[in-house]
Structure formats: structure tokens, C-alpha cells
């Protein structure tokens, strides 16, 4: 119970740190802003800022992991029979409605990273997002080839897809934002479907 109350603590604490990092970074822009200046502005030592974070780029770049998180969590909690397409249908659905919730910092956060030429040199266009997505498929289908490039090919389809639509729902405020995401899959899952020539192993891509 204690250990419980604890971990909370902690993870509110962390909370409030990340969220008055952020603020400074809107504010002053990422590269004008300190560890010194957070741990200031947050009233907490810098010891216990690196209990939370490593760095300064890890607070930046907190919602990346948390989206991750919850791609890798749906994956993994997919049953086996899923096709990879219904799991990643349902992965993206997960992370737009976590997109949703939280669109104001995403907005305010990628307009930091855009004015930092280092946070833009560190995470545009890695490809290991894409690769470890690939992984967690793969590993639901013993003895898939994981070099098999149908799957390798739906996923970055797929991640193309949710960065379309998380730019366009950034500038816009859709009806149904999930509904928009959901028509626009659909069209490429339909493609993955029908490509002349390809066909994927049973139970596996399509």
C-alpha cells in the first residue's frame, strides 16, 4: 500500500516536472532553456530531475514514448488470431484517441522541436519505430521470416498513414477525428489487400 502511494507520488511529481518543462521550452524555445532553469522553475533539485529523466531531450520527447508505449501495448495484448491489418487498425485507433486527449502539448511540442535544430537533427525520420513495430508483428507468428517484406512494407504504409493524419487533424478540428483516420486506413489496408501480385503468408499481413 505504501510502496503503492509512493509510486504515485513519483509519478505525479514527474508529471508536474515534464509539464513545467514544457512550459519553458513554449515559452523561451527548447535551446534556451536549462536542466538548471527547469529544476528552478519546478522547485526540485537536479538529482531528483535525473530520477525522472536523463536528460533534457527525454522531456521533450516523453509523448513519443508514451505512444509507442501504447502501439507496443495493443500489440501485445492482440489475440492471436488478429490479422497484423486488425492490429494495427486498432494500434492507430488507440493512438489517435491518445493524440486527441492530448492535442494542445502536441501541437505546442512539435512546434518546439521545430525550432531546435537538434531535436529536429535527433528524431526526423528514425527508422526504428517502424522496425520494432515490424518486430512485435512478427514475434505473434512463429516462424515468420521477419526480412518478409509485405509486413515491413504495411507498416510504414500504416505510420505514413497516422502522420497524415495527425498533421491534418492538427490544422483541422474534424467531426469525428477517429472516423477520419479509420476511412483513411481503410483505403490503404485496402491497397495492401489487392497488390497485384503479392500474397501475404495465412494468418500473417493481410
Not at 536549462?34 to 536528460?55: L, M, N, Q, S
Not at 518478409?148 to 497516422?162: N, Q, Y
Amino acid at each position: 500500500m505504501i510502496s503503492g502511494l509512493r509510486e504515485r507520488k513519483r509519478e505525479r511529481n514527474r508529471a508536474l516536472t515534464a509539464e513545467t518543462a514544457w512550459r519553458l521550452f513554449i515559452e523561451r524555445g527548447y535551446d534556451n532553456v536549462t536542466v538548471a532553469d527547469i529544476c528552478e522553475a519546478a522547485e526540485i533539485a537536479p538529482r531528483t530531475f535525473h530520477r525522472y529523466f536523463p536528460g533534457k531531450e527525454d522531456v521533450v520527447t516523453e509523448p513519443l514514448h508514451r505512444m509507442a508505449k501504447i502501439v507496443a501495448d495493443h500489440i501485445g495484448a492482440s489475440a492471436p488470431g488478429e490479422s497484423d491489418i486488425e492490429v494495427l487498425r486498432g494500434a492507430m485507433t488507440a493512438l489517435a484517441r491518445f493524440a486527441i486527449d492530448n492535442r494542445d502539448l502536441l501541437i505546442a511540442l512539435r512546434l518546439v522541436a521545430e525550432r531546435s535544430h537538434h531535436i529536429r537533427a535527433a528524431y526526423l525520420g528514425r527508422p526504428e519505430h517502424e522496425h520494432e513495430i515490424v518486430g512485435l508483428l512478427t514475434a505473434r507468428h512463429p516462424g515468420a521470416d521477419p526480412d518478409e517484406w509485405p509486413r515491413r512494407l504495411l507498416v510504414a504504409c500504416t505510420v505514413a498513414t497516422f502522420r497524415v493524419w495527425l498533421e491534418d487533424y492538427f490544422e483541422t478540428r474534424f467531426a469525428d477525428p477517429v472516423d477520419r483516420l479509420r476511412t483513411i486506413l481503410d483505403a490503404v489496408f485496402t491497397a495492401a489487400r489487392s497488390r497485384d501480385g503479392v500474397q501475404p503468408s495465412p494468418g500473417s499481413v493481410a
